[in-house]
């Protein structure tokens, strides 16, 4: 197909097509194709039809190069030698409403997420502070990766980087979203998305972990443990048919990673009590065992209500203990119980101790090592 070098603006071409079919599967995005732009850029869509299939089209963006250059030394490079042809055979193919026209491969939702974010930069760390790590900031990531816009990447990264790597940051992180949790449970606007489990500051559980794998792998334990953590009557069903419901875009290796990790910190649940609440230690010349009454009463309790959970949430476990026989506790009985300064320490002891081993050993938990 032949075109003139310049198109008349409101009678673009339409490149590599052959009818008029094909050329109503190319739409200009409603935003983002600027009048004032002096390059086009096109990209593969989906768009939904209501038989619930997938109609293909091709996404159209009239841009300013200046803004793109900006922010991309790759697209500078790549967008400069655009409309430099001179002959009539080949002007066709790279002209379109009058400018130049360069196909690109990306997803077509992806790159408008992305070019909203060059024009807009600012109301992207404001889209972060409110949601997180959505579809849009992902989207945005993944093609600030591919043309190298460090500006863009940055604010995005810096929420991947702060997922915890380290127990004494899994407890501030964790913390963090109990205080979450309860400042939405007191508005009166607690859902799903607010509860301890997989929070709104992790996307879904497949791009958590692609993401960790891409940017950031020392923070892999901690999200797995953050996945297998999750209640089992609230979002997935683990059952030996791996119907692993909202899950299952996981990858295999992971999904098995995942139920053989549930099965170790159950055993690790188990073993706590035996450990944290074990007899007290011999008399030495530093201390004495204490062999209160009051202190064997209050471990049989702690061993018989909070160690008695049925939980994955080894670390979540230690902390409740913690929390609990650090203030004591009123019985059914109406007996208060609590712990003597010397069992204290000891337990403290113990449970911080049990933390840092637990944390340390995810990578073997989750099959990471």
């Known amino acids: 197909m032949s075109a003139p070098n310049v198109q008349e603006k409101?009678?673009?071409s339409y490149p590599h097509q052959e009818n008029a079919e094909e050329a109503a599967l190319c739409e200009r995005h409603p935003t983002l194709y600027i009048a004032e732009g002096d390059i086009v850029l096109s990209a593969p869509a989906r768009r939904k039809l209501a038989d619930g299939s997938d109609e293909r089209r091709s996404q159209y963006f009239r841009v300013h190069r200046a803004v793109l250059y900006k922010h991309s030394a790759v697209?500078?490079?790549?967008?400069?030698?655009?409309?430099r042809r001179t002959s009539r055979r080949t002007a066709s193919a790279v002209v379109y409403d009058g400018v130049p026209h360069a196909p690109l491969s990306d997803d077509g939702e992806d790159l408008a997420a992305f070019?909203?974010?060059?024009y807009r930069p600012g109301e992207l760390c404001e889209h972060l502070e409110k949601r997180g790590l959505s579809p849009a900031a992902e989207a945005i990531l993944r093609i600030a990766s591919k043309y190298e816009c460090n500006a863009l990447m940055e604010p995005i990264l810096r929420?991947?980087?702060?997922w915890p790597t380290t127990v004494d940051a899994w407890e501030k992180w964790d913390?963090?979203?109990?205080?979450?949790s309860f400042h939405h449970s007191s508005l009166g606007r607690c859902s799903e998305d607010c509860r301890s489990c997989i929070s709104k500051r992790l996307p879904t559980p497949s791009h958590a972990l692609n993401l960790a794998r891409l940017y950031c792998a020392e923070a892999l334990p901690g999200i797995f443990?953050?996945?297998?953590?999750?209640?089992?009557?609230q979002f997935v069903t683990w059952s030996r048919e791996l119907d692993l419901g909202w899950v299952c875009d996981i990858r295999p290796e992971d999904q098995e990673r995942l139920i053989e990790g549930r099965k170790k910190l159950k055993t690790e649940c188990e073993k706590l009590v035996d450990v944290v609440l074990a007899p007290p230690r011999a008399p030495s010349l530093e201390t004495g065992a204490c062999r209160r009454e009051e202190c064997e009463k209050f471990k049989d309790w702690l061993a018989d209500t909070i160690f008695a959970q049925n939980s994955y949430d080894v670390l979540g476990l230690l902390k409740r203990c913690a929390s609990t026989f650090q203030y004591g506790r009123r019985v059914d009985d109406g007996e208060y119980l609590?712990?003597?300064s010397l069992c204290q320490k000891e337990v403290w002891c113990r449970i911080r101790k049990e933390k840092?081993?637990?944390w340390d050993n995810l990578p073997n938990i989750f099959n990471l090592a």
């Open 338 to 340: 609590e712990l003597c």
């Open 356 to 358: 840092s081993r637990v």
């Open 159 to 162: 929420i991947i980087r702060g």
């Open 115 to 118: 070019l909203h974010a060059c």
């Open 10 to 12: 409101n009678s673009p």
């Open 75 to 83: 697209l500078r490079k790549m967008l400069t030698v655009v409309g």
């Open 225 to 233: 443990y953050s996945i297998a953590r999750t209640p089992t009557g």
């Open 175 to 180: 913390a963090a979203l109990d205080a979450e």
